[in-house]
């Protein structure tokens, strides 16, 4: 294996650990604050992504434009319906269960993630083109072509990325110094950290700890979202069930950073997905291990690294940022 | 409150009149009328939904004729669609209730050669004939050891395909001689089909020559190639030769095609489907994949099909299975036709006649869509033919009939 193709796998794995890494966000924030681990956070990322083809495929006015000038829009439009579903799903789902035993609001969280697959499969809008005609069909039965970004692949030394990769890239960089602002410097934000050290104490200090949580679904929406938009660009197709395997990705991400912790959530799905890729590629190269490389057998990588840091590190890499339930 | 009894009367009257109507007409042309079902199973919903409902509307159709014609007199025929969602053991639990079900003749399907791995031991353990006009993995007629040995597993099982043994080195061999590859890499997608295409490519193609220089598996659950794709990119391969379905080799075409390395995809006919050009783009651009057969539509009766299928306006296109699939439902039907024939017009008692339509379709011999049906001794058509395709401008166009 060459230098290139090392920085090669390399960035590939960036990138996609920085897609789990946008999703994990939500994972964390969530459970930091309410210790549940939303499992249908992933349909959320899967909704985002549909909401940026909707808006896309039902304004014409989109399709003379360049792609770059539509994404703002097309991010905005996957961003409500995010939040939206993100909102309403504590709202309605979760915080009836609020101090129920931890169990029932985990089952309802599955059971919540087949409903939003379900909705989008029999019932979502679409317009396809098909042979330079707009078809509307119901229900996303097969996989949806999404729309590409122009131009060729950046080449910097050897090394090819794509325009979706940096839009991801940018995307990551530009939500976790957002994040750390917003967690750091703001009221609200400080509000959370207090909310998730000690929900009680922090009401009692006088912290509506009822929004504070709705704006950790809500960031969390908006993370997805976008994540949502980057793998359609980068793949050119969304199906219904995408956030099923993405969402598993971003919560093993989650923990393997340290639950709680957005930061850790962030490297988490960049070593995650580093680990991934050159497990898939790099084990290729080596005669004698060959047939573990491969796309094949990447999640077992994926998760055997997993395993070895909750054998060495329980807490996670950066640790986990939880309050103390004792 | 008098005239009440009148119109009760009267409507009375009226039903009986209609069935003694009814009775008349059906005991002039053909005796008391009987209902059979011929099951169908193939993904009807998720990736591969395209192709299986083009697959139950070509079968719908076939059933649909033969009741108009009134191909086994006294008989009616009725589809039992069923979805397997690709999966083996869905399509084993379709298979159960098609075997559970007394009025089932036969079984239409699977669309994937894994199905019907699943399913061959339940509908072989109630004698139920089962054809699949789609199912190419060589095994599922020859056995494990196909090549050397071969030694027919289930007795009910035909189909009305060639195998990926007459199609993958069909491929290697036209990559060889006419494209002058020397040099490929092989992607599979770890399914039955998957595997056992790469192997039938990597052994003709190693035999003529040619050195297979990347082996690559990835999951058909995956969206992510990039490290396949920087594997091959960083590779001498040539072409890429893909043992899978469109929905992956689609993506697979375009990120390779993204990443900088311009080589064309071959495949098998699971990758011939409008979606594959969808989804891969400009990266379809002279893809050669092979099919079982021309695309349909010279003789007269294809022509009839196509226009018959066009009239009943469906969505998915019948595709290049569609036609298989309707001379699959056409061999169950002809088979019943051959017991009802020997019996005199009359069929067996429930139990005896699954096997007496399973012994049928073995002898089974008819003109079909495709061409002329009629089973080895394997359950093979015996009649088969390998086109190969290539995609220009956007659009599949024939290369012809290649050996």
Redesign the interface.
Known sequence: ??L??LL??TT?GVV?GAMYGLIAVGYTMVYGIVQLINFAHGEIFMLGAFGALFVYAWVPALHEISLWLALPIMLAAGTVISVVAAVAAERFAYRPLRGAPRLAPLITAIGLAIVLQQLI?LYAPLREL?DDRWET?VGA???Q?FP?LPGE?L?LGGV?V?WADVLTLGFAVVAMLGLAYFVRRTRTGRAMQAAAQDPDIARLMGIDVDKIIVIAFAIGGALAAAAGLA?GL????I?FD?GF?AGLKAFTAAVLGGIGNVYGAMLGGIVLGVV??L???GL??VDAVQQFG???W??VWAFVVLILVLLIRPRGLLGERTGDRA | MRNRPFPRIGVSVLAAVLALGACGTRSEETGATTTLKIGFDAPTTGQLSAVGLGMQHSAEMAVKEANAKNLVPGVKFELVPKDDQATPSIGQQNASAFVADQDVVGVVGAYNSSVSQSMQPTTASANLLQISGANTNPTLTRGAKHKDAPKRPYKNYFRTVTTDAKEAPAVARYAYNELKLKEVATVNDGKVYGLGVIEEFTHEFEKLGGKIVVKQQISDKDTDYSAVVSNIKSSSAQALMYGGEYPQAGPLAKQLKAAGKDIPLLGNDAVYDDEFIALAGDAAEGAYVVTAAEPIGNSQVQQKFVTDYKAASHKEPYGIFGPYVYDATMAIINSVAAVAKAGDGKLPEKPELRAKVTEAAQNVAFDGLTGKIAFDEFGDNKNYSVTMNTVKDGKWSVVGPVG
Not at chain 1, 234 to 237: A, D, E, F, M, T
């Open positions: 294996m060459t290139t193709e090669q796998l590939g996609l499969f098909r069909t039965k097969q996989p072509l590409q692949a080449q090819t794509q793998h980068r793949y050119g197709q199906t995408m395997i991934e890729s497990a898939a590629g290729s190269y491969g796309g094949a990447k999640d």
